[in-house]
């Protein structure tokens, strides 16, 4: 079974400063996908940024970087240079790998609420 | 690319009636959808897969007979929410196969 573990119910950053929002995860998979989601108040799950476990390198998308560490299993989202818009709640997320109706499944960590200060 | 349109975006209902929710891919043909609950200040769990053309299937705990998952066409995936109660207001999702898009989610209350 997979297990996706985020262990900040809450974060606060400065704007401009930088902030990590941890995950960890469990699989005995040797395939599988690391997600990052941004949900604001309306509820929408907008995707930030994509790892697969093969990758060699982390994966960057503008102001999102994932340091992703295998061998501790962990996909830590960096956010830099905060932005009052980035006031949300943050949900890291493991996909099941191919083969089978369940390929594309998402297991969701608890998420972790984001709070930027002017 | 990948659009999922998903209607209504938020519905109040009496106890007792029963709700639809469709998600519609605009761009693409979905033969799987995912659909997930999320109730308030908590995680998004998966309910149920559709599949095109064959049976969904349920996670463990999900009453199948209560969330009804048609999925008749590559475009179009629907959950009725039938006979529904007070405990069934929660937040419902949808997503096709990938995990890279959503739709935009049901917020349903029954009072």
Partial sequence: AQKITQTQPGMFVQEKEAVTLDCTYDTSDPSYGLFWYKQPSSGEMIFLIYQGSYDQQNATEGRYSLNFQKARKSANLVISASQLGDSAMYFCAMRSPGGGTSYGKLTFGQGTILTVHP | ?111
């Fill in chain 2, 1 to 111: 690319g990948a659009v999922v349109s998903q209607h209504p975006s938020w519905v109040i209902c009496k106890s007792g009636t029963s709700v639809k929710i469709e998600c519609r891919s605009l761009d693409f043909q979905a033969t799987t959808m995912f659909w997930y609950r999320q109730f308030p200040k908590q995680s998004l769990m998966l309910m149920a897969t559709s599949n095109e053309g064959s049976k969904a299937t349920y996670e463990q705990g999900v009453e199948k007979d209560k969330f009804l998952i048609n999925h008749a066409s590559l475009t179009l995936s629907t959950l009725t929410v039938t006979s529904a109660h007070p405990e069934d207001s929660s937040f419902y999702i949808c997503s096709p196969r990938g995990g890279y898009t959503f739709g935009s989610g049901t917020r349903l209350t029954v009072v």
